[in-house]
């Protein structure tokens, strides 16, 4: 089973990019992010043409999440937002259950310019994923939180990691709530394969970034025990941020034994 993560950076703006990768890649599961769209934009007709059932937590600008199951695969929505923070309105966190595993999508705050309340959000919010893993972990069962996290973990998944000391995305104190977000008892999919190899899943539009390969590794796939001896290959398809119009990630994705 293979299963997927993308943040589109604007599902209209990229519909033709995202179709393109649907049809060449054929993930039974994705995650998307960064939407850019409210609900009745939503492109469902298209999405459904391409052969696959979609559940969505729409936002007009900036955020906005959404799972896609390829036809034949029951989904079952089981969540949306985030407990503790009542007057949070952002469509940042979306989870279901297909083929009886339980899916977070999840498009965490990138919390710039740090520090400042931007950075105080992010970190409230990572706060409350962590508890939500911390429930969905403790229930002993197949479960993968996987998205745009807006976290370099380690100086291996940034290029040049000294340009970002003070970056919300590498700033220590986020850092080090991934660490214990996977020290629950996660598994980070890339690096148990990749341990030492140096992946990026993003290149800024600017600077060439991309054609340098001065990228960032921030889109991850965090899997509970039971998906973790099941684990049979993780790769980004690079290729797609090459493509014309295409977002500033490429897609992540994991092959599961089931």
């Not at 729409?58 to 079952?76: C, D, H, P, S, T």
Request: aromatic content about 10%; glycine content about 6%.
């Amino acid at each position: 089973m293979r299963i997927a993560t993308y943040n589109v950076n604007g599902i209209n703006a990229r519909l033709p990019v995202l179709l393109k990768w649907l049809q060449e890649s054929e993930p039974d599961v994705v995650c998307l992010q960064e939407l850019k769209a409210p609900d009745e934009k939503i492109p469902k007709d298209e999405i459904k043409q391409a052969g696959y059932t979609a559940l969505w937590h729409g936002q007009k600008r900036w955020n906005g999440v959404a799972i896609l199951a390829r036809k034949g695969l029951e989904i079952q929505e089981t969540g949306r937002g985030l407990a503790g923070e009542p007057e949070d309105e952002q469509s940042r966190y979306l989870e279901a259950v297909v083929n009886n595993i339980t899916i977070g999508c999840l498009y965490l705050p990138n919390g710039n310019p740090a520090p400042g309340p931007k950075l105080e959000y992010k970190m409230r919010w990572f706060g409350r994923l962590t508890q939500r893993a911390a429930e969905l972990i403790k229930r002993d069962e197949p479960v993968i939180l996987t998205g745009d996290y807006n976290v370099m973990p380690t100086e291996k998944d940034v290029y040049k990691p000294e340009r970002w000391v003070d970056d919300a995305l590498f700033r220590p104190e986020v850092r080090k709530v991934f660490h214990d977000l996977v020290a629950q008892g996660w598994t980070d999919a890339i690096r148990k394969l990749y341990p030492n190899e140096t992946i990026y899943t993003f290149w800024d539009y600017f600077r060439n970034a991309y054609w340098r390969n001065a990228g960032l590794r921030i889109d991850h796939f965090l899997l509970s025990r039971h998906l973790s001896g099941k684990l049979k290959d993780a790769g980004v398809d690079k290729h797609v941020r090459g493509w014309e119009k295409t977002s500033d990630h490429a897609p992540v994705w994991v092959e599961i034994s089931v």
